[in-house]
T-cell receptor, first 118, second 117 residues
Framework: AQTVTQSQPEMSVQEAETVTLSCTYD???????LFWYKQPPSRQMILVIR??????QNATENRFSVNFQKAAKSFSLKISDSQLGDTAMYFC???????????????FGQGTILTVHP | NAGVMQNPRHLVRRRGQEARLRCSPM?????VYWYRQLPEEGLKFMVY????????ESGMPKERFSAEFPKEGPSILRIQQVVRGDSAAYFC???????????????FGEGSWLTVV
């Protein structure tokens, strides 16, 4: 079974600054995906960024980037130029890659509440 | 992800009543997942369904909970004889058939909030 751990219950950052959210995971699988989801006060689950484990290059989506360390099983999210709208709960998630099915079972971490201050 | 439709958004039930939550997947999606989010926690997988089949129900409580995804109509998560501990947000997600999925095409609905009083 996989586990995902987010060791920072809460983080805060000033607007326009950079913040990094930590995530570690434990798995015996070699092929998998990692995700960061954002859950704003509206509670909707919004995909922020995705990383395939077989890719060495770190994923980037505009102001969001990850530092994927496969050997260390670490998957941190860096938010640059933080904006007030980034205030949300952030969840790290793991999904095993299945070659012959579309199995989309996600394992989530406990979440990190990020507050961006003006 | 606005394409995954869940209703009702909010549901209040008294202890012992039944709760039914509905999920219509995105167009073209034939796979549905239900997740539960307890207060101050992350989402926990409950069940994975394809049309008329339950593929994985390893996260479903053994009693009172059931799910279905009929050939026609939405997926239903049913909770019988609700208790206060069932109060949570229930999220539905959907994905396309296996030919299209490579891990990133899972879309969430906006959730259904169940409050048991």
């Amino acid at each position: 079974a996989q586990t995902v751990t987010q060791s920072q219950p809460e983080m805060s950052v000033q607007e326009a600054e950079t913040v990094t959210l930590s995530c570690t995971y434990d798995t015996s699988e070699n092929n998998y995906y990692l995700f960061w989801y954002k859950q704003p006060p509206s509670r909707q689950m919004i995909l922020v960024i995705r990383q395939e484990a077989y890719k060495q290059q770190n994923a980037t989506e505009n102001r969001f980037s990850v530092n994927f360390q496969k050997a260390a099983k670490s998957f941190s999210l860096k938010i640059s130029d933080s904006q007030l709208g980034d205030t949300a709960m952030y969840f790290c998630a793991f999904m095993k890659r299945m070659e012959d099915s579309s199995y989309g079972k996600l394992t989530f971490g406990q979440g990190t509440i990020l507050t961006v201050h003006p | 992800n606005a394409g995954v439709m869940q209703n009702p958004r909010h549901l209040v039930r008294r202890r012992g009543q039944e709760a039914r939550l509905r999920c219509s997947p995105m167009k073209g999606h034939s796979h549905v997942y239900w997740y539960r989010q307890l207060p101050e926690e992350g989402l926990k997988f409950m069940v994975y369904l394809q049309k008329e089949n339950i593929i994985d129900e390893s996260g479903m409580p053994k009693e009172r909970f059931s799910a279905e995804f009929p050939k026609e109509g939405p997926s239903i998560l049913r909770i019988q004889q609700v208790v206060r501990g069932d109060s949570a947000a229930y999220f539905c997600a959907s994905s396309p058939p296996r030919q299209a999925i490579i891990g990133n095409t899972i879309y969430f609905g906006e959730g259904s909030w169940l409050t048991v009083v």
